[in-house]
């Protein structure tokens, strides 16, 4: 014995897998030997004795788990905080470990009921005592950690582990002397990652590999410059050795069947106090209100994964049943998140569910004034494609032009309090921005099961169709545009080159004759394919009747570009008899405005592209104002733009044969857009035919 040391450990009498509450114990029911595990665990014993004082806990029958001391509890100088298991096959071990305790003139603090903490397997000293790293995410509550700063009086930094074979912090996290750590970083998410690399310098992380973690290197009991292990690869123990450590491995497979090792096997009971130090904890807890249709819709879930998924944790405090299947339900949620900085992120998540309410006493939405043109406050609060409203004074404000990735502007005029959403580059002096995200609600439509089914002709819920789902989306579309057109509404077209390349292009050109596009945007590529094709029948020299390419073809693109430069625009070359058929050509001669917005990769360009892109995307969002249907065909640069222009509610349909494309569009949440993966081409052709089909749009019967 060298050091003033202590740990306690407990003997493995009663050791076996019994049960299964960690992945590693699957499949190992009763397969561990008792023999060799009394061996491996008296190695480990005459280790430890060698470097420190070593006190035993009598073994329990019927606990088997017992010898894992690491989840005694929690100490800190004279003070313990006592595990409350979450799983009952170990609970029954805490009276046990409490009586050790008291035994020992230990102060005992014990958790609420039902507030899960496993003691030192999920919560680690840095080993210069500066602050306790805590874990969450599978054993441990987030909510107990506030309750570990207050009674040891130390900063907490809480870890979100999220691979579940390293359920517990000491299984892929292990603080080392002089300020080392040992780690498997992707055990963790990345904001828990973010915050150990802020807390220990680069020089100082040891991070291991897979092969290892599997092994339990991290599991290691360091005493000075030793580290006990089961098992290390010459790598790690080269690494080690470089910064002054000595590894001692010993085997303790037997311990790993029920996913433990080393230092499960040990709790080390003499930890000094630093007295300067204080507690200090960046957990931050809310409640809200959830209502609406929470069952039936499944938004009670999707709000629960959603704070979990951001790394928080929830306790629902009340739920009130909507008993009828039109009433509402009501739900009352705490939230916890390990920093004010994850809050905002779930509280923003919340906010574009809908439904979410804070209490009243911090209702009122936070704003900051625009110091710079074109430049918001920082912690600005990022609108999103839903109708939303900001509370002002105790009202609720209606956020006007409601588009996604701008900031909420507020001005404040004689007439009232005008709030809408705005480009960052937009924002001015003199305007207030709205910050954090408090007093913002969203406004979704309600899901429920019975309007979903009333809607008889209800657009397909947002998702991706499957080559057999492209008729019925084409039927659904067919219809809607001829509803749209008759009753005088606005239908936009995104468009790329593919669809000329595809032959759409005729069919493109008829929806437009016939009075279903009501504005075209795109780009330099779709005009020029276009008119190349009315003007020499090929696109970029492809002969598009025949599918070969002509002899010395693809000049007759620049050929193309050359001659509408020469008369000006694309409408006067219409004018002059130039252009006599095509895309084009249907927008110019049925008045049909159109938009063509540049890039750094376009030949020419025509002189009616809008190479300047900030003019371009205020001429997008002026063609898009009010629209009903957005119809999005082969243009993945377009249509993301026209996309993030766009608010919720309008009618989004993405033709794209590439799925990335359709799966990014009709993610927008949004029950209004669709995806089809199809070739274009193909795509218009059947809307042509089903738009034929169609006599009146109120006698069309789709099955
Ligand atoms: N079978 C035990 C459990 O699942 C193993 C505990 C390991 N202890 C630890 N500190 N990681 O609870």
Redesign the pocket.
């Known amino acids: 014995m060298t050091s003033q040391i202590r740990f306690l450990i407990c003997p493995p009498h009663y050791y076996d897998v019994d049960y299964v ?2 992945p590693w ?1 699957e499949g190992n029911i009763h397969k561990s030997s008792q023999e060799r595990a009394v061996e491996q665990w008296d190695k480990l014993h005459h280790i430890l004795k060698e470097h420190a004082i070593v006190d035993i806990v009598p073994p329990q029958k019927g606990w088997p ?1 017992m010898v ?1 001391t ?2 005694a509890g929690l100490v800190l100088g004279k003070t313990v905080v006592l595990s409350r298991f979450l ?1 009952k096959e ?1 609970q029954g071990e805490e009276p046990y470990f409490n009586q050790w305790f008291e035994d020992n003139g230990y102060t005992v603090h014990e958790l609420p009921k039902d507030l899960p903490f ?1 003691g ?2 999920d919560a680690l000293l840095d080993r210069e005592g500066r602050w306790l790293w805590a874990g969450y995410g599978f ?1 441990t509550e987030l909510d107990s950690h506030p309750y570990l700063a207050k009674w040891l009086d130390i900063e907490v930094l809480s870890l979100r582990l999220i691979d579940e074979r390293f ?2 912090l ?2 892929c996290f292990c603080p080392l002397a002089n300020g080392y750590l040992l780690y498997y970083p992707p055990a963790f998410d990345s904001y828990s990652n973010r915050l150990i690399e802020m807390r220990v310098s680069q020089e100082k992380r040891i991070a291991i590999t897979e092969a290892d973690a599997v092994n339990f290197a991290c ?1 290691a009991v360091n005493i000075e410059s030793i580290v006990v292990m089961n098992k290390a690869s010459e790598p790690l123990k080269a690494r080690l050795a470089e910064v002054g450590f000595r590894v001692i491995e010993t085997p303790l497979t037997e311990f790993l069947k ?3 090792a080393a ?2 096997l040990t709790l080390r009971v003499t930890e000094p106090v630093r007295e300067e130090l204080h507690a200090n904890v960046s957990v931050e807890s809310r409640v809200f209100n959830l209502e609406g249709h929470l069952l039936d819709s499944g938004l009670i879930n999707r709000a629960l994964d959603l704070i979990v998924d951001n790394g928080g944790s929830f306790q629902v405090l009340n739920f009130s049943l909507g008993e009828q299947r039109q009433s509402t339900s009501a739900a009352k949620v705490k939230v916890s998140a390990p920093s004010h900085e994850v809050m905002e992120s779930i509280i923003s998540h919340l906010i574009d569910l809908g439904a979410v309410d804070l209490p009243q006493d911090e209702r009122d939405a936070k704003s900051e004034p625009v110091i710079q043109a074109g430049v918001a406050p920082d912690d600005f609060y990022v609108s999103t494609i839903y109708p939303t409203e900001v509370r002002i004074n105790g009202e609720w404000v209606k956020v006007h032009n409601q588009r996604m990735d701008g900031a909420i502007a507020i001005t404040r005029t004689p007439k009232g309090i005008v709030a809408q959403c705005k480009l960052l580059r937009d924002v001015e002096v003199g305007e207030e921005v709205v910050v954090d995200v408090l007093g913002i609600r969203t406004i979704r439509k309600t899901e429920s099961r019975e309007k979903r089914n009333a809607e008889e002709f209800s657009f397909m819920s947002a998702g991706v169709s499957s080559e057999r789902r492209v008729e019925l989306v084409v039927e659904q579309v067919a219809w809607e545009l001829r509803k749209i057109r008759d009753g005088g509404g606005k239908v936009v077209v995104t468009t790329g080159p593919v669809v000329i390349h595809t032959g759409g292009g005729e069919h493109l050109a008829q929806l437009i004759r016939e009075g279903y596009v009501q504005a075209l945007l795109g780009g330099n590529a779709i005009a020029i394919h276009d008119i190349e094709q009315a003007m020499m029948g090929t696109s970029l020299g492809v002969d598009m009747k025949r599918g070969v390419a002509v002899r010395g073809g693809h000049r007759h693109h620049l050929k193309v570009i050359n001659t509408i430069r020469r008369y000006g625009s694309i409408a006067k070359a219409v004018e002059a008899g130039i252009i006599q058929s095509g895309v084009m050509y249907e927008c110019v001669s049925n008045g049909v405005p159109f938009c063509l917005a540049g890039s750094i990769r376009d030949d020419g360009p025509l002189p009616d592209t809008e190479m300047n892109l900030i003019k371009a995307q205020t001429e997008y969002a002026r063609l898009l104002k009010g629209a009903d249907m957005i119809l999005m065909l082969s243009s993945m640069l377009h249509s993301i733009g026209v996309g993030n222009m766009t608010p919720a509610g309008v009618k989004m349909v993405c033709v794209d044969i590439n799925p990335a494309v359709v799966t990014k569009l009709s993610d927008r949440g949004s029950i209004e857009s669709v995806g089809v993966v199809t070739d274009v081409g193909l795509f218009l052709s059947l809307l042509l035919q089903q738009l034929q089909k169609l006599t009146s749009p109120y006698t069309a019967k789709v099955s």
């Open positions: 509450i960690n114990m788990d894992f690491a989840n799983h170990r496993e030192a397997g054993r359920y517990h000491d299984t599991n029920a996913g433990g230092k499960c």
